[in-house]
């Protein structure tokens, strides 16, 4: 199994800034993902990191709102732009490997948007 | 969307077993029964998958039924460690979106002293 970390674990934000939370992962992977779970709810996708070109965005998520980046095979970032107390969330990175068949999630980012 | 259903919450008794029903009645030949859960403010956790057949590991054992139209996953003897919410994902073998986990609501299972 990969071992995923992320920064920052928490934070808490005023509206109107913007945060970058990164994802690093223990083993190269062919796919990532970034996921937001709001408040009482289950988890909704929000794009997969493709490396090297532009993230593909789910329904409901653009890229102006939710920039990623992708540099290589075992690093991402996400941001959250522009944050409004809407975006009070827990951010999630996850990650397949070349087999496909497993997918594993890391600890999550706690964002608290005042 | 999700394409499976589940019950909304559960409670099991320590140390017996915790039944846990999904039902994926649209599911395709080419799918995979995932199973998850997410024990509080954690990231979630895998717990096992199956295509056809019945499969067990070191956490759990999944039931599929013939039609593979439900499935079962089993925790043979619960501890109040396992309360958390379990996520039934159905999820195509290839990649591309329809690879891609799609989260339901999950069951909220209790596990009582």
């Known amino acids: 199994s990969a071992v995923i970390s992320q920064k920052p674990s928490r934070d808490i934000c005023q509206r109107g800034t913007s945060l970058t939370i990164q994802c690093q992962v223990d083993s190269q992977v062919t796919m990532m993902f970034w996921y937001r779970q709001q408040p009482g709810q289950s988890l909704t996708l929000i794009a997969t990191?493709?490396?090297?070109?532009?993230?593909?965005?789910e329904s409901g998520f653009v890229i102006d709102k939710f920039p990623i980046s992708r540099p290589n095979l075992t690093f991402s970032t996400l941001t959250v732009s522009n944050m409004s107390p809407e975006d009070s969330s827990i951010y999630l990175c996850s990650v397949r490997g070349a087999r496909g068949e497993t997918q594993y999630f890391g600890p999550g980012t706690r964002l608290l948007v005042l | 969307d999700a394409k499976t259903t589940q019950p909304p919450s559960m409670d099991c008794a320590e140390g017996r077993a915790a039944n846990l029903p999904c039902n994926h009645s649209t599911i395709s030949g080419n799918e995979y029964v995932y199973w998850y859960r997410q024990i509080h403010s954690q990231g979630p956790q895998y717990i096992i998958h199956g295509l056809k057949n019945n499969e067990t590991n070191e956490m759990a054992s999944l039931i599929i039924t013939e039609d593979r139209k439900s499935s079962t996953l089993i925790l043979p003897h619960a501890t109040l460690r396992d309360t958390a919410v379990y996520y039934c994902?159905?999820?195509?073998?290839?990649?591309?979106?329809?690879?891609?986990?799609?989260f339901g609501k999950g069951t909220k299972l209790s596990v009582k002293p």
């Open positions: 994902i159905v999820r195509a073998s290839y990649g591309g979106s329809q690879g891609n986990l799609i």
């Open positions: 990191a493709n490396q090297g070109s532009e993230a593909t965005y």
